[in-house]
């Protein structure tokens, strides 16, 4: 079992940036995608990014690229979301989670964590 928990979020104004975490404890992350993705009341979970933990390769949803960035620490098993430019449309529950698959499906998402809240003003 993998429990991912995120931390980070907050608020802030439009054109500010926040550093999203996700500390990933328990099973090897080994074989795995970590992904990050999006919710706001009333809609679905949308994704955001997801990295590979053993390659790095890193995939992004065409909304954020170029101002968010996924990455990853290893040693800490953690992965990290920065996010700059941000806007008011960004604001939404950001949630971590782990897949066998790079996918931005979140129903081949298995383990999620409980999200973390970031609120940007206009």
């Known amino acids: 079992q993998v429990q991912p928990v995120e931390s980070g979020g907050g608020l802030v104004q439009a054109g500010g940036s926040l550093r999203l975490s996700c500390a990933a404890s328990g099973r090897t992350l080994r074989n795995s995608y970590m992904g990050w993705f999006r919710q706001t009341p009333g809609k679905e979970r949308e994704f955001v990014a997801a990295i590979s933990w053993s390659g790095g390769s890193t995939y992004y949803a065409d909304s954020v690229k170029g101002r968010f960035t996924i990455s990853k620490d290893n040693a800490k098993n953690t992965v990290y979301l920065q996010v700059n430019s941000l806007k008011p449309e960004d604001t939404a529950v950001y949630y971590c989670?782990?897949?066998?698959?790079?996918?931005?499906?979140?129903?081949?998402?298995?383990?999620w964590g409980q999200g973390t809240q970031v609120s940007v003003s206009s």
């Open positions: 989670a782990r897949s066998y698959y790079n996918s931005s499906t979140s129903g081949q998402y298995d383990y």
